[in-house]
């Protein structure tokens, strides 16, 4: 396990280096489109449940895979290059996953009620596990500042799959102290998060229909502002390198792309409920999207973000 926690580092240290935010950006997409479903990704279980936490390191895929069984359950797989799927932590206890710059896994475990990075070694290190003295609900996805600040959405969708919670649902930042402070705790299971670059705007979408837009000064994140507000049981989210967001919507069976002032820019249809999108690909350019038991790409102009 460690070795293959090593190669997952040291592809994504190149993958940061090489492969984000090109010069040269490419179009976005526009109007109506369809992905395609992945048809060698299918179930590792019996149980119903989701795939979540789609990132793309070196020349793979690696996403969540929870089942909604007790304690929700939950393993890291990953997808290669040539098509074949395998498991990279078996008992990952994760939701949504990222990478940090210094190459390791960041995981939103609902298992710990805690954020979790995963070293070079295998060995899970906590980040934050606490705010005020109570665990997290249910960690759930992940932004990472270029600077090692962490933001992260705790709604209370897997809160069972561990005792103890916070009084709400909350979106948090961790400082490269440690410290943990709360950003917004007066939304409703606040769910997708996305960060500019350049790490002067965090966005986060939540139960509420509602996508804000928290201007971040000084690395202190500001009051919100709605961006978009029709939004139908939003779930994760990624962007392009034009700063365009990609929120998918569960039930709906879509990813709506929007600019950065909120205009819609596009459709893209997949045939079952959804969760989350990142870009991947050898050149960056294909939305991989995660959802109820099944996998989905689109090939695309514009190269993004890698979770």
């Not at 992260?152 to 979106?171: H, L, M, N, S, Y």
């Amino acid at each position: 396990m460690s070795a293959a926690v090593r190669r997952l580092a040291c592809a994504s240290l190149a993958l940061f280096a090489t492969n984000t935010f090109a010069a040269s950006c490419g179009a976005p997409p526009s109007g109506e489109l369809k992905a395609e479903r992945l048809a060698s990704v299918t179930p590792s279980r019996t149980e119903p449940g989701l795939y979540e936490g789609p990132v793309w390191v070196g020349d793979a895929l690696y996403f969540s895979d929870f089942s909604f069984a007790k304690g929700f359950p939950s393993r890291v797989r990953k997808l290669a290059a040539d098509g074949t799927v395998s498991t990279l932590i078996e008992d990952s206890g994760s939701n949504g996953l990222a990478v940090d710059g210094r190459g390791e896994l960041v995981l939103a475990s609902h298992k710990d009620k805690a954020l979790v990075r995963l070293d070079r070694h295998g060995k899970r290190v906590t980040i934050a596990g606490s705010f005020k003295g109570n665990v997290f609900n249910s960690p759930n996805d992940i932004a990472i500042a270029r600077d090692g600040s962490i933001y992260f959405t705790d709604p209370d969708w897997q809160k069972a799959a561990a005792p103890g919670g916070q009084p709400v649902t909350g979106i948090y930042r961790v400082g490269t102290d440690g410290a943990v402070t709360l950003v917004d705790g007066s939304r409703r299971n606040p769910n997708g998060i996305a960060l500019l670059p350049a790490g002067d705007v965090l966005y986060v979408n939540a139960s509420d229909g509602l996508l804000m837009a928290y201007p971040i000064v000084k690395g202190g994140p500001q009051a919100g502002r709605a961006l978009v507000r029709d939004l139908q049981e939003a779930d994760g989210m990624t962007l392009d390198c034009h700063g365009n967001l990609y929120v998918t919507e569960h039930g709906s069976k879509r990813v709506r792309v929007f600019s950065p002032q909120g205009r819609q820019l596009a459709t893209i249809r997949v045939d079952a409920n959804i969760t989350n999108a990142a870009f991947g690909g050898k050149d960056g350019k294909t939305l991989y999207m995660t959802g109820a038991g099944a996998l989905w790409r689109l090939p695309l102009d514009v190269g993004g973000m890698p979770y």
